[in-house]
């Protein structure tokens, strides 16, 4: 029996995911460098062109986020595009890696060749989005705080969310 890695594979995502990664293919199905240097190496391992993404294993988060996660791929997109066309770096790019919650917000990691003073704004953008996120409700899309879920975990819910949390807790 052969295995498949789920590992940048589109096909094992959710619909809400593919939506995304489909509308912004710029940011998610173009193979970053780092990408392209792997799969020279191990090409057995490469997706199929049409079910890349650049993502780990899609966004590791709920679709609560997904309204900022939608915010947070057309700004890096426009970034990019206004660097290009105004010619202050034509080969500018963004390639998210991996887009998850940690700690109950939404963090953004990957690379980025953008020169020093849009990087610090790029950053600076993708902080005030996981700032954000810790007052959405990762499920749900609802006004949500940061609340302790237990075992260490700490996650953005609303308060429906939360009570339907600990229930499922206390089930086992």
Not at 32 to 58: C, I, Q, V, W
Request: aromatic letters at 14%; a positive charge; proline letters at 6%.
């Amino acid at each position: 029996m052969k295995y498949e890695s789920k590992q940048n594979r589109m096909s094992w995502l959710p619909e809400w995911q593919k939506q995304i990664i489909r509308k912004y293919p710029g940011l998610y199905t173009e193979p970053s460098a780092e990408m392209l240097k792997y799969y020279e190496r191990y090409p057995e391992g490469r997706p199929a062109p049409d079910d890349f993404t650049n993502l780990r294993f899609g966004f590791e988060c709920g679709p609560g986020w997904a309204g900022l996660l939608k915010e947070l791929s057309q700004t890096a997109m426009s970034l990019v595009g206004v660097l290009r066309s105004f010619g202050f770096q034509c080969d500018a790019a963004i390639s998210p890696i991996i887009v998850k919650e940690k700690y109950g917000t939404l963090r953004w990691q990957g690379a980025d060749n953008l020169l020093p003073p849009f990087r610090r704004l790029w950053w600076s953008y993708t902080s005030d989005i996981e700032q954000r996120s810790s007052s959405i409700c990762e499920v749900s899309g609802e006004f949500g705080v940061l609340r302790d879920v237990g075992r260490g975990w700490v996650r953005t819910l609303c308060e429906e969310e939360f009570k339907k949390e600990l229930e499922r807790q206390k089930k086992g």
